[in-house]
């Protein structure tokens, strides 16, 4: 009887659970919105960092953002394969919310390139490998979630979708570059 007790009481919690984790398009519009939040505070801390005499704690902070969107992005993507297909209209919503900010995106890789001698001038190093790695983090966790989108939107709205992912991954290359070098 106490085995079926407990057994009873893991099978509420699990189904609890689930409740819990129930997405929708709110939740979706919700990861976007924190990722534009999340974009700028990375495209601020790359613009703030000095040319010169730049600090180890802000190259970290810099590292930190990057590390916050990724995970965002992860927890996105995640979030509409939950959700699974949605609405035109939805979609159209949320590629609108996803491109305004795509200017934000291409100028912390554009910022991010400049202070690349400013990142290499720290006494400590090794955050061209760092920046680098989380360069090619973005770049993965930006394709995972662009081809989550894709792959859940309406044939009408596919190919914005596949655009904007193509462009952003296009937009990674210079940065990249820059830094594997």
Not at 26 to 36: G, N, P, Q, R, S
Not at 103 to 120: G, H, M, Q, R
Not at 126 to 147: C, E, P
Not at 162 to 171: K, Q
């Amino acid at each position: 009887m106490v085995q079926f007790t407990c057994y009873l009481i893991a099978l509420s919690i699990a189904a609890g659970g689930l409740a819990t984790c129930k997405r929708d398009v709110a939740t979706v519009e919700a990861d976007i919105a924190t990722l534009v939040r999340q974009v700028t505070a990375y495209d601020n801390a790359i613009v703030a960092f000095p040319p010169s005499n730049g600090s180890v704690d802000d190259a970290l902070a810099i590292h930190a953002e990057a590390t916050t969107i990724i995970n965002t992005l992860n927890t996105a993507a995640s979030d509409v394969q939950a959700v699974g297909e949605f609405s035109e209209d939805d979609d159209t919503a949320i590629l609108s919310d996803i491109e305004t900010s795509l200017s934000t995106v291409l100028s912390s890789l554009t910022d991010i390139v400049d202070k690349k001698p400013a990142f290499e001038a720290l006494p400590i190093c090794g955050f061209q490998a760092l920046f680098l790695q989380d360069l090619q983090n973005l770049q993965n966790a930006s394709v995972g979630f662009g081809n989550a989108l894709i792959n859940t939107a309406p044939a009408t709205l596919v190919a914005n979708f596949t655009d904007l992912t193509n462009n952003i991954i296009a937009a990674y290359g210079p940065a990249l570059t820059a830094y594997s070098s």
